[in-house]
């Protein structure tokens, strides 16, 4: 019953609200907002994928904005960090922000730049390694 009327919010929500506004986040920092659906997965999808691979990513090595470069690929735009892929730009994305895709990814690049070099995980954090909690 229950996640009945969560589907139900979920798809009013979707009638009501004609944009979604799903923020790629770490540690309380946004880095950008993913808007559009794309490959077949919706905002929300597609903002999962980019938080596990910006966690992965994070869990290696200090980044500085060096590390973060923007990679043309066919119809679309890599942004990779230590040249692994944290997200990709699509031509729908562009077309939502009313602008170029190289300008979008150019902007994602530099959100992400100014931000990621702060970031990163503490060793406990990274994989199933990590130690239980502490109960109280």
Do not use: C, Y
Not at 14 to 33: I, N, R
Not at 55 to 82: F, M
Not at 87 to 96: I, N, P, W
């Amino acid at each position: 019953m229950f996640t009945h009327r969560l589907l139900a919010a979920a798809f009013l929500a979707a009638v009501v609200s004609p944009v979604f506004a799903d923020p790629v986040a770490f540690g309380g920092v946004t880095l950008f907002e993913i808007k559009t659906a794309a490959a077949g997965k919706t905002p929300a999808q597609r903002v999962a994928e980019v938080e596990v691979r910006l966690i992965d990513i994070l869990g290696e090595t200090k980044i500085t904005d060096k590390d973060v470069v923007v990679k043309p690929d066919k119809t679309e735009r890599k942004i990779l960090v230590k040249n692994r892929l944290l997200v990709t730009v699509t031509k729908e994305d562009a077309s939502f922000h009313k602008t170029t895709i190289d300008k979008l990814a150019k902007n994602w690049r530099d959100q992400i730049a100014k931000k990621i070099v702060n970031m990163h995980l503490l060793p406990e954090q990274v994989g199933p390694t990590a130690p239980p909690a502490k109960k109280r």
